[in-house]
T-cell receptor
Framework: GAVVSQHPSRVICKSGTSVKIECRSL??????MFWYRQFPKQSLMLMAT?????????EQGVEKDKFLINHASLTLSTLTVTSAHPEDSSFYIC??????????FGQGTRLTVV | DAKTTQPNSMESNEEEPVHLPCNHS???????IHWYRQLPSQGPEYVIH???SNVNNRMASLAIAEDRKSSTLILHRATLRDAAVYYC????????FGTGTSLTVIP
């Protein structure tokens, strides 16, 4: 299957700082990417849909000013967690859509805010 | 997007077939049915997807009911590496995850 790479796989940051997570589709172009958050023992929660060259669409209850998404190219989307706090600690996962019907997922980023 | 209902957990003996059910009674005509599985601390892995007809690939088979209100993921011979949380997703635009089924494979 297609490969989606996420970086970093783990990050620890201090409270109040910002963290950027990258999501790359390595062998295909993705006009649409999705960002998820997953807390321990829970399912993935969709945060936003990222479309190349346009503004992201956020799910209800997700603060767009806190979770900045940029999808500047067909192979790269970034999620920036701004002014991170301990409650933002979570497993963040991206996916990229190919062909309109298949989504491939990155390996996830474990964010810990101390 | 259509809601999916799956059992919270299932068990299977190693090398036996496993049938993982999913109900999606509010599915619309053009919605695709996807199955992913996830191991702890990893991103979901694509398993299979289909629209109306049954589908087979090297990992599994997908049996879709004639009215499309339910589907079944079939693992033909469960191995210990198949132990994971399996998610059934009905895709209209986005991919919304339900609670999934945690599959335990007993040696």
């Amino acid at each position: 299957g297609a490969v989606v790479s996420q970086h970093p796989s783990r990050v620890i940051c201090k409270s109040g700082t910002s963290v950027k997570i990258e999501c790359r589709s390595l062998d295909f172009q993705a006009t649409t990417m999705f960002w998820y958050r997953q807390f321990p023992k829970q399912s993935l929660m969709l945060m936003a849909t990222s479309n190349e060259g346009s503004k992201a669409t956020y799910e209800q209850g997700v603060e767009k000013d806190k979770f900045l998404i940029n999808h500047a190219s067909l192979t790269l989307s970034t999620l920036t967690v701004t002014s991170a706090h301990p409650e933002d600690s979570s497993f963040y996962i991206c996916s990229a859509l190919t062909g309109g019907t298949e989504a491939f997922f990155g390996q996830g980023t474990r964010l810990t805010v101390v | 997007d259509a809601k999916t209902t799956q059992p919270n957990s299932m068990e299977s003996n190693e090398e036996e077939p496993v049938h993982l059910p999913c109900n999606h009674s509010t599915i619309s005509g053009t919605d695709y049915i996807h199955w992913y599985r996830q191991l702890p601390s990893q991103g979901p892995e694509y398993v299979i997807h289909g629209l109306t007809s049954n589908v087979n690939n090297r990992m599994a088979s997908l049996a879709i009911a004639e009215d499309r209100k339910s589907s079944t993921l079939i693992l033909h011979r469960a191995t210990l590496r198949d132990a994971a949380v399996y998610y059934c997703i009905v895709q209209r635009n986005q991919f919304y995850f339900g609670t999934g089924t945690s599959l335990t494979v007993i040696p």
